[in-house]
Every structure is written in C-alpha cells, then in structure tokens.
C-alpha cells in the first residue's frame, strides 16, 4: 500500500523560507511522478511543482525562481525548498504521487505565511 507522508510545514514571515518534504512508502518510485499541490481557504487545490527527474521539473507560475522541487531515490523522498515567500503562499500544501496510472496524495501539511 501507497503511502506518503509530509513534514515541514509551519508559520514564517514573509521574506522567509521553509523545506517541505515527503516520504513515500509502498513501491519503488525511482520514475514516477511526483510533487506538490497546494490548497488555499476557499480555493481550489492547485499545481505547485512536478518532478519527473533532474531533468524534468515544472513550476506554476507564481513560485518560479522561489520554490524548488527535488527528489532523492534512495530514500523515496520529495522535497520542496520554499524561499522569498509571501502571504499568498499560505495554504495547505500536498505531496502528489502519480504512479501505474492512479492518484496518491500525502495528508497534507500547513504552511502560514504572516506579514
């Protein structure tokens, strides 16, 4: 069985930064798809970043050039690495896995971005 696990969240000023990070557990993930969406109160849940390999990442657009997305196989973990954030980043953030064709989400982590 599938499973993910989030740490990292918490409460920075803005300017600040935090390193969110998920654990995966169930099956080898060395090629899939994985990253992080994220939930604002009263929003829809949306794309932060994907990660494929090294190689292959994308961004939305509102965290290009302040988050990064990185993995370690060995240890099928995720990694996003928020700097420069800002309120708007507040949300509940959620590790993604696509993997053989299903969906599989982390129980998310709350990340608070004060002014």
């Known amino acids: 069985q599938v499973q993910l696990v989030e740490s990292g969240g918490g409460l920075v000023q803005a300017g600040g930064s935090l390193r969110l990070s998920c654990a995966a557990s169930g099956s080898s993930f060395s090629s899939s798809f994985m990253g992080w969406y994220r939930q604002a109160p009263g929003k829809q849940r949306e794309l932060v970043a994907h990660?494929?390999?090294?190689?292959?990442?994308n961004y939305a657009d509102s965290v290009k050039g302040r988050f990064t997305v990185s993995r370690d196989n060995a240890k099928n973990t995720v990694y996003l690495q928020m700097n420069s954030l800002k309120p708007e980043d507040t949300a509940v953030y959620y590790c993604?896995?696509?993997?053989?064709?299903?969906?599989?989400w982390g129980q998310g982590t709350q990340v608070t971005v004060s002014t």
């Open positions: 990660i494929i390999s090294d190689s292959y990442t």
């Open positions: 993604h896995l696509f993997l053989t064709g299903y969906d599989y």
